[in-house]
Antibody, heavy 119, light 111 residues
């Protein structure tokens, strides 16, 4: 069965960096577009970033552009999100999600990893 | 402020039907048939329940249906059950550089 397991979350000081990972299994990772979606405590879902199946292009929400970098290693079935210059506004549960067909269709989600930006 | 507008809350009694709206613009909801809906229970990851406006993934109850008119997409849940109480989110492809936009979410209370 499809599994997405995020890791790398934790507490980081403002201005700091963190790298999230998402280990995928149960499907052909190398042919699937992948996304990160975050959810601040008590708030709604916010799309963060997308990377094409072959890593040829990445797209970012305006709120993270220039600070976050999305990458993938298809040989390891793993997705990465490098987050720099973190601020309190980045505090959220971060979910990786598999794209089904059309761009906004996320058919499988991980359980998420919590990032807390606090001094 | 979310790019897509949803009512903050809706409610209904068991057995009734409810509809949740998701309003965008011609650059997103109105311009493409790429609207999805997700159900999220407290402390859980979201679950896909509708994609491409009105398609149901395998395993999703046929009590859930989607539609779209102009810049507004809708999710209808018929025969409400207690287990339907959850938060519901729409999203859409957008022609802006953002690519994907979500609605602010709607909390459904089953009375």
């Amino acid at each position: 069965q499809v599994q997405l397991v995020e890791s790398g979350g934790g507490v980081v000081q403002p201005g700091g960096s963190l790298r999230l990972s998402c280990a995928a299994s149960g499907f052909t990772f190398s042919t699937s577009g992948m996304h990160w979606v975050r959810q601040a405590p008590g708030k709604g879902l916010e799309w963060v970033a997308f990377i094409r199946y072959d890593g040829s292009n990445e797209y970012y929400a305006d709120s993270v552009k220039g600070r976050f970098t999305l990458s993938r290693d298809n040989s390891k079935n793993t997705l990465y999100l490098q987050m720099n210059s973190l601020s309190a506004e980045d505090t959220a549960q971060y979910y990786c999600a598999k794209q089904r067909s059309s761009l906004p269709t996320f058919d499988y989600w991980g359980q998420g990893t919590l990032v807390t930006v606090s001094s | 402020q979310s790019a897509l507008t949803q009512p903050a809350s809706v409610s209904g009694s068991p057995g009734q039907s409810i509809t949740i709206s998701c309003t965008g613009t011609s650059s997103d909801v109105g311009g493409y048939n790429f609207v999805s809906w997700y159900q999220q229970h407290p402390g859980k990851a979201p679950k896909l329940i509708i994609y491409d406006v009105n398609h149901r993934p395998s395993g999703v109850s046929d009590r859930f249906s989607g539609s779209k008119s102009d810049n507004t997409a809708s999710l209808t849940i018929s025969g409400l059950q207690a287990e339907d109480e959850a938060d519901y989110y729409c999203n859409s492809y957008t022609s802006s550089s953002t690519l994907v936009v979500f609605g602010g979410g709607t909390h459904l209370t089953v009375l």
